[in-house]
């Protein structure tokens, strides 16, 4: 029998209750920034699928949060094109090659495995679940992501789980915390939580329960692996254990911006919650002062010889006795106010425009505006994320591929690698902006070289040009690109099919000649009669 650790220190949820206190904090400025931005994301405690949620007074927030987490998934996992690539060490490949043929046989088996790889990836509808982590990462700073032995990716958001890193921002723990109905549990599971036990006997409090039960996963860390169970009702549940190795962690803790020394993580909006608060504020106290001016309202001046029934009662076109000074109508004369703050509330919709990537952005207010500006304002504000882009990668990019490749070659789809020989790189994300400013040199650089004349491009070489192109823009030139050999190979081959022709056509000539000549010679020899 397991004895009953309800209220055991040890339990999970005894862990759960100790590390909350530290979480609250960042979740009620999750909530704050939420609340702003897209509210049902992080809804308030205690929220009801019968609850009203907060409606903003501009959408700027809710544009800007979407539209950098459809830029950063872009970036992070582009589509139908690996984010990565697989490597393996200068002496490792010359032990496996042996020779320069081999080795193009190994970096083509890479390429199959990538493929492999990244087909799963596309398949298993995981591109979703980023997009929603994302969100949760832009909007209150932290998110968690836990890949299954089997099945699709899940996102837990952070009113759903604890964790514990120590000063190097090195997770140690985390605790998720689930509510289940009874009757979605395994019936083995049940068999097992009504179980009676010596030291307190349990009256099956799980079978015909109506209410939700809390289930909790622990996932720590032991030594060098990673370690996980899970409990209901303070009771490790049977078959629950697993254990991974240290780089192979299924559980993936996001954070935005890590800060030393704690735990969770600050969101980027939480970086512009000033100018979101402030056009908030702004917008509703503009809409509410456009609807009262928006009111209409007659006033008729008292002892006026017009009388307010027959203005009542007109229609259109009708004649009615009356004063027309008697009659004015109600302004608010607020205009150069409204003006003010409609002009504070722009100030406001560009900075955080500029902030969010958003497109209205990058092209400024004119007549004339080039298309190498907005190319030029677009690559400032790509480069502005790099940061992000560098946190990104190494807590998000490379833990996944390597979690990915480790799944498939459980379900046999993969086959073993080398340990330690083979590696992912990744090859998008902080590299695609440094290979976007490579693309963009050469780009400067045949415009100018252009404009030198044709003696300048003659310089050139056009194989090399062709590669550096295709790898700045993340394409692979393995096939694409002519080698010198293969070109020497076909100028060749056209040569030896120029002089096969030229030789054929002179046979053709030469033919009607030879003949001619032939009878001649058997007319000149026949004897004369």
């Not at 009203?52 to 996992?77: D, H, I, M």
């Not at 009676?196 to 799980?206: A, C, F, G, I, V």
């Not at 109506?210 to 009771?235: M, N, P």
């Amino acid at each position: 029998m397991v004895k009953d650790t309800d209220n055991n220190k040890n339990t999970c949820k005894a862990k759960y209750d100790r590390l909350i206190n530290e979480r609250n904090s960042f979740l009620d400025r999750a909530r704050k920034c939420s609340k702003i931005t897209i509210p049902t994301l992080i809804p308030p405690d205690g929220h009801k699928g019968s609850d009203e949620f907060y409606t903003p007074w501009q959408s700027v927030g809710a544009r800007g949060v979407n539209n950098l987490a459809s830029k950063l998934l872009l970036a992070l996992l582009p589509p139908n094109s690996p984010f990565f690539r697989l490597v393996v060490d200068d002496h490792t490949m010359e032990e496996l090659s042996g020779g320069v043929g081999n080795r193009g046989k190994i970096e083509k088996a890479l390429q199959k495995i990538e493929r492999i790889i990244q087909t799963e990836i596309e398949s298993s509808g995981s591109r979703a679940s980023v997009f929603l982590a994302l969100k949760h990462l832009i909007v209150g700073g932290n998110s968690l992501l836990y890949l299954p032995a089997s099945g699709g990716m899940r996102v837990f958001p952070l009113e759903s789980y604890v964790c514990q890193r120590d000063t190097s921002g090195n997770v140690l723990e985390v605790l998720i915390r689930e509510k289940v109905h009874p009757e979605t549990l395994p019936q083995d599971i049940l068999d097992f939580l009504a179980e009676d036990t010596l030291e307190q006997p349990r009256e099956k409090p799980l079978l015909g329960h109506e209410e939700d039960v809390e289930l909790y996963t622990r996932f720590y860390r032991d030594g060098q692996r990673w370690r996980l169970y899970q409990e209901i009702s303070g009771r490790i549940i049977p078959g629950s254990q697993g254990s991974w190795p240290i780089e192979k962690t299924p559980m993936l803790p996001l954070r935005w911006v890590p800060v030393e020394g704690e735990s969770y993580g600050r969101s980027y909006v939480e970086e512009y919650l000033g100018d979101l608060v402030s056009l908030e504020g702004l917008s509703q106290a503009i809409f509410d002062a456009a609807a009262s001016s928006s009111k209409l309202i007659f006033m008729v001046r008292p002892g006026a010889t017009t009388h307010i029934e027959d203005l009542a009662e007109a229609e259109s076109g009708d004649f009615v006795m009356g004063d027309h000074d008697d009659i004015k109508c109600l302004q608010a004369e607020k205009y150069a106010d409204l003006r003010i703050a409609n002009d504070a509330a722009k100030v406001l919709t560009e900075r955080l425009s500029l902030a969010f990537l958003l497109n209205s952005a990058v092209q400024r207010n004119g007549e004339r505006v080039t298309a190498e500006e907005i190319r030029y304002v677009a690559g400032e504000l790509e480069d502005a994320l790099g940061g992000v882009y560098t946190v990104l990668g190494a807590d998000f990019q490379y833990p996944y591929i390597v979690r990915e490749m480790d799944r498939l070659q459980k379900k046999k789809k993969l086959p073993a690698l080398p340990k330690n020989a083979v590696k992912p790189q990744i090859v998008t994300g902080l590299q695609a902006l440094g290979r976007g400013h490579d693309l963009n040199k050469l780009t400067g650089f045949m415009q100018l070289v252009s404009q030198m004349g044709p003696e300048a491009l003659q310089m050139l070489n056009p194989g090399e040009l062709l590669t550096r192109v295709a790898t700045a823009m993340m394409i692979d030139p393995n096939g694409l690109i002519q080698t010198q050999e293969e070109i020497q190979q076909r100028q060749q081959a056209q040569q030896e099919q120029a002089q096969q022709a030229q030789m054929m056509d002179i046979a053709g000539k030469a033919a009607p000649s030879a003949v001619k000549a032939i009878s001649d010679q058997m007319q000149g020899a026949q004897p004369q009669a």
